[in-house]
Every structure is written in structure tokens, then in C-alpha cells.
């Protein structure tokens, strides 16, 4: 089946700072990845639509300056934290789409992010 | 997007079916169900999906009216492994909108 992986698996960092995630498609090509947060207790929510060759589509009151997403190859998109603040820790999920006319999405595995 | 409701949490014991009941009724046409389960600190994982009537595989069966405007989940002889938030979503080939999902607790 169709996997995702996802780097790190958790980061911790300071407040300020930046921090990138990957996300990965191991076995088959991903036209399209979804960046979703997820808090403690709740559900996942969509934060962005990312493109291969494309700019990423952001959803309502979501930074695009502050989340930058690249999805520069067919089976790589990253998520990049910029100036990290501490309400930005989160458990942040990928998902990738094939590019066949299969319906289902492939998650990664999430990537938790502490700032401090 | 088609918007899902769920019961919030349900209760069960080891060995028992559980069913999970979703109701979607502005899901469009080309839209399909797909149920995810969700362990704590994991990335959702795929359990079933289908468009009408019944789909079945290894883990769960799934049953879907003809309106499409329900579809509900079934997890034979739960175990205590079943524990977990199980997600109800409609769409296709687009951005999933979660709801809230269902915590199944199993209770030995």
C-alpha cells in the first residue's frame, strides 16, 4: 500500500525560531499533499493544500508567511514554522493523494512540534 | 463541503460489534465515504471506504442507504486495540473536512 512518512516525528525548539517538516511519499507520487494541525483532544484541521510545482493554497486565517509549504518534487512537500511562538506547538499531519483516480487519502504518521 | 455528524463518544466491550453512525446529508454525487481511525499521537489510518450500498474488507464492513445521506461503520468483535477516534468523511479526490469523530472506548 501507499506510504507516508513524515521527518521528525517530533522537534522540540525555541520560541523565535524556525523549524521545517517533511513530508514524503515513499512508494508512489503525490500530485497533491495536505498540511492538517491537529491540537490535544481535537480534530484535525486543514491548513493547506500543496501543489507539486505550484504555490501551496492556504485555508482561512492561516499564515501563509508563517507556514511556508514547498512541494517542489512529485513525492516531497515541506512545512515550514517560521518564528515559532509556543501556540504554535501542535501535532502537524500530511496527507498525499496519487496521482491514479484512487480516492483515498495516505497520512503520515504527524510530526508533534514543541516550542518553548 | 458535505459536512459529517457523528455520535461523540460510544462505549463498548471486548467481543462485541460496534456500529458507528454518520449522517452527511449534503454529500454530493461524486462524493465518496471513507471512515479513518485515529490512535492518539498517529496520523489517521484508512479503515474502509465506498460510494453505496455495502463494502466489506479484512477489519470493518460499511453500510450505505440509497439517499447516501447516512453511512454507518461496522467493527465486528471489538477488541480492546479498537480503542481509538474513528473519523466519518465525505469527498473526493479534494481537502478532508474533519468533524469531530467518534472515541470508541473498548472496555475489557
Known amino acids: 500500500g501507499a506510504v507516508v512518512s513524515q521527518h521528525p516525528s517530533w522537534v522540540i525548539c525555541k520560541s523565535g525560531t524556525s523549524v521545517k517538516i517533511e513530508c514524503r511519499s515513499l512508494?508512489?507520487?503525490?500530485?497533491?499533499m495536505f498540511w492538517y494541525r491537529q491540537f490535544p483532544k481535537q480534530s484535525l484541521m486543514l491548513m493547506a493544500t500543496?501543489?507539486?510545482?505550484?504555490?501551496?493554497?492556504?485555508e482561512q486565517g492561516v499564515e501563509k508567511d508563517k507556514f511556508l509549504i514547498n512541494h517542489a518534487s512529485l513525492t516531497l512537500s515541506t512545512l515550514t514554522v517560521t518564528s515559532a511562538h509556543p501556540e504554535d506547538s501542535s501535532f502537524y499531519i500530511c496527507s498525499a493523494l496519487t496521482g491514479t483516480g484512487d480516492h483515498e487519502q495516505y497520512f503520515g504518521p504527524g510530526t508533534r512540534l514543541t516550542v518553548t | 463541503l458535505a459536512k459529517t455528524t457523528q455520535p461523540i463518544s460510544m462505549d463498548s466491550y471486548e467481543g462485541q460489534e460496534v456500529n458507528i453512525t454518520c449522517s452527511h446529508n449534503?454529500?454530493?454525487?461524486?462524493?465518496?465515504i471513507t471512515w479513518y481511525q485515529q490512535f492518539p499521537s498517529q496520523g489517521p489510518r484508512f479503515i474502509i471506504q465506498?460510494?453505496?450500498t455495502k463494502v466489506t474488507n479484512e477489519v470493518a464492513s460499511l453500510f450505505i442507504p440509497a439517499d447516501r445521506k447516512s453511512s454507518t461503520l461496522s467493527l465486528p468483535r471489538v477488541s480492546l486495540s479498537d480503542t481509538a477516534v474513528y473519523y466519518c468523511?465525505?469527498?473526493?479526490?479534494?481537502?478532508?473536512?474533519f468533524g469531530s469523530g467518534t472515541r470508541l472506548q473498548v472496555q475489557p
Open positions: 449534503n454529500i454530493a454525487t461524486n462524493d465518496y
Open positions: 500543496s501543489n507539486e510545482g505550484s504555490k501551496a493554497t492556504y
Open positions: 512508494d508512489f507520487q503525490a500530485t497533491t
Open positions: 468523511l465525505v469527498g473526493k479526490r479534494r481537502a478532508l473536512t
Open positions: 465506498g460510494y453505496k
